[in-house]
């Protein structure tokens, strides 16, 4: 449990790294050092409603505030820049 709690809308939100494999198998690293857009909901505000704590949801690539806690990352925006949720 991350000791953080987002106010309003906001969610916290840690980055997945996902491996990009080939249709053959090899796995290829994240070209340019991209910011991944897939992550799960670590802690949200009490206006965010769409979204619960440890869904897995996709956002643009750019969007978000990157903080550490505890010596890991994270992202905080607004539930409204979450595109859509991985079932």
Request: aromatic fraction near 4%.
């Amino acid at each position: 449990m991350v000791n953080f709690k987002p106010t309003d809308d906001h969610v916290l939100i840690e980055p997945q790294n996902e491996e990009q494999k080939t249709a053959s198998g090899l796995i290829l690293p994240t070209a340019n050092g991209e910011k991944p857009n897939i992550g799960h909901v670590r802690a949200k505000g009490d206006k965010a409603l769409d979204v619960a704590v440890g869904d897995k949801v996709v956002f643009g690539k750019y969007k978000g505030e990157e903080i550490e806690l505890e010596g890991v990352k994270y992202l905080v925006m607004r539930e409204l820049e979450i595109a859509g949720i991985i079932e």
